[in-house]
């Protein structure tokens, strides 16, 4: 009777484990497609916490932390020197900046570089969370990158981030060949914000005369903070997909508190007018992203001023590729060929 009880109980068990699993693997069926399994089941948990925090720095704490969790893993690399500094800023403030320094390659002279403007909606996150697929990157590139710790809203809002991004820059430029590379062969790029902040800094720097930048590498970004236009994508994954059009607008209302502000190019590169001498560009979008939208027009933007694009939409992934690690490490390594072949012509 013992065993017959067990059996049941065991039988139960995976019947129900059974009806789990076909109930979880339903999520992953959309109306606009399939989303990977483990995304799918982050959508769904991120969907029961309801409406979007305040962005508190208790709340950049735990989402740095989650973050890290979600982050694919990359091999430790012995062969990539890391140097911390700390840098001034034209307004008497420091901020920290972390160097990527490949020791082994087969190129002969001084390396290029790679400025790294990390995401997380302006408000969290740091280059360094992503400090092992940096590592990768440096590797891969053979480059010599330099991720920037930019002050961040709502204590510091527009124009601040970029400026730092812009100091960081401008520090590549002026230090480079003290640090062995070669500051006239200078790529950026970032994800989400940071993706917004690559694309305006490429206009901001072709505004100003320099530094001059090689290539943009724009993952997921950001291009029209206005709220001027209607998106499909917005419609169609704007809830229920982690990033949500809500949390944006309260992210962008922190970035860039004063709304006429937000047409600003540096704020929305989308507006600008004139998209020429800019930089040739990868840029990813992902399906289950609300800004896939605003990311590939920017980039058919860029094509009709006659600047070189590649645009890359990776299907099943939602914004970051959160749940995806293979997506993730395919676009990495998708970058960082495409990287390597503009700083290494």
């Known amino acids: 009777m013992q065993i017959r009880g067990s059996l049941r109980i065991a039988i139960g068990l995976g019947m129900l484990a059974g009806a789990f699993a076909a109930v979880t693997y339903s999520w992953t069926f959309t109306r606009i497609g399939r989303l990977d399994y483990r995304a799918a089941l982050i959508a769904k948990a991120a969907s029961f916490q309801g409406v979007d925090s305040e962005l508190s720095a208790e709340m950049r704490a ?7 969790d979600l982050l694919p893993e990359y091999p430790a690399n012995p ?7 700390r ?17 082994e390659t087969e190129r002969e002279g001084p390396l290029p570089f790679y400025l790294d403007i990390h995401g997380g909606g302006w408000w ?8 092992g697929a940096t590592v990768d990157f440096a590797a891969r590139t053979e480059a010599i990158v330099v991720s920037v710790d930019y002050r ?10 970029l400026d730092d991004c812009h100091t960081a820059l401008s520090w590549i430029a002026a230090n480079g060949a003290a640090l062995g590379g070669d500051p006239t062969r200078i790529a950026i790029g970032g994800g989400s914000a940071g993706g917004n902040l690559s694309a305006a800094l490429a206009q901001r720097a072709r505004d100003e005369g320099g530094p001059e930048i090689a290539f943009q590498y724009l993952l997921v970004p950001a291009t029209d903070l206005s709220g001027t236009r209607e998106w499909q994508s917005y419609d169609e994954v704007g809830e229920g997909y982690v990033l949500t059009v809500s949390g944006m607008e309260q992210m962008v209302a922190a970035y860039v508190p004063e709304r006429r502000e937000r047409m600003n190019p540096y704020v929305s590169p989308l507006l600008e007018g004139d998209l020429s001498r800019l930089p040739p560009a990868l840029v990813v979008t992902a399906l289950f ?6 990311g590939e027009a920017y980039a058919h933007r860029l094509e009709d001023a006659g600047i070189s694009v590649q645009l890359h939409r990776e299907g099943g992934a939602l914004h970051g590729f959160l749940g ?6 395919r676009v990495q390594a998708l970058a960082a060929e495409a990287v390597r072949a503009a700083l290494h012509p």
């Open 324 to 329: 995806s690690p293979d997506r993730a490490r």
């Open 79 to 85: 062969d990539v020197r890391i140097e911390d500094r």
């Open 152 to 161: 961040l809203a709502p204590e510091y809002p527009f124009p601040t981030p």
């Open 124 to 131: 969290m996150g740091n280059g360094f969370v992503f400090h």
């Open 289 to 294: 992203d609300p800004l896939r939208d605003q």
């Open 87 to 103: 840098i001034p800023t034209p307004d008497g403030a420091e901020i920290s900046i972390r160097i990527y320094h490949p020791i």
């Open 62 to 68: 735990a989402a740095n932390a989650y973050t890290m």
